[in-house]
């Protein structure tokens, strides 16, 4: 599951690593720090235009019985009805510096862990979209997240953008777990857990206690 991530790139940042186009006013609009994402914000998404890439905003998650969806499990999103048609022809991009996970095994509040790239270069986690809403796809994980959680965004990498956004392509090898080298991780503060706060420090680094620091390694 990915239920928050942030971003943090500047504008440059993100037209270079995407190779997008910005509309007037889009970079102000959409591409502001945000450091805790969270299900039904207007987020930045990348998709295939007219005649190049264009960064657009939707709202995450799907609206389905009156629930909202940010997540589907890639393994099933060709045959899940909510889910099957816009994989097929409405992928997407969406620009992160890096994503949320949860450790339940212990006995207090759920331990937050912050997965971002080793080299600090922004992250494309892999969605579809419908009307104005956006959906993250999930896989399996790889060795980074397994001891924290069974489950992760589909990732991206910059060779594949294209295969991922053309709809004439098969989107199905992508869908798979990140490189085990790309990730590294750090625990962060449980504020992290309250919808709308905010702050570059729910990115900083916090100290566990040994006992779940040993469990980790």
């Known amino acids: ?11 440059s940042e993100i037209v270079a690593f995407f190779a997008v186009a910005l509309h007037p006013g889009v970079a102000e609009h959409l591409l502001r720090p945000n450091y805790n994402v969270a299900p039904r914000d207007k987020v930045p998404a990348v998709r295939k235009g007219p005649r190049r890439r264009e960064l657009v905003g939707l709202h995450w998650g799907f609206e389905l019985r009156g629930k909202i969806q940010m997540n589907g499990r890639s393994e099933t999103a060709a045959v899940k009805p909510a889910f099957k048609d816009s994989l097929k022809a409405r992928r997407c991009l969406l620009p992160a ?71 004439a392509n098969d989107p199905q090898p992508l869908m798979k777990p990140a490189p085990d080298d790309l ?35």
Not at 124 to 133: E, F, R, S
């Open 97 to 167: 510096s890096g994503f949320f996970e949860w450790n339940h095994d212990n006995d207090g509040p759920p331990q937050p862990y912050y997965f971002y790239a080793r080299d600090h270069a922004p992250l494309a986690l892999g969605a579809i979209w419908q009307d104005d809403k956006v959906c993250i796809l999930t896989c399996g994980p790889n060795a980074v997240l397994a001891p924290i959680h069974d489950r992760m965004p589909v990732l991206i990498q910059p060779a594949d953008f294209d295969q991922w956004l053309n709809a």
């Open 1 to 11: 599951m990915c239920n928050r991530y942030a971003h943090r790139h500047t504008p």
């Open 183 to 217: 990730l590294t991780v750090h625990a962060v503060s449980k504020k992290i857990n309250r919808v709308g706060v905010q702050g570059r420090e729910l990115l900083e680094p916090v100290t566990l206690e040994p006992r779940r620091q040993m469990e980790l390694l």
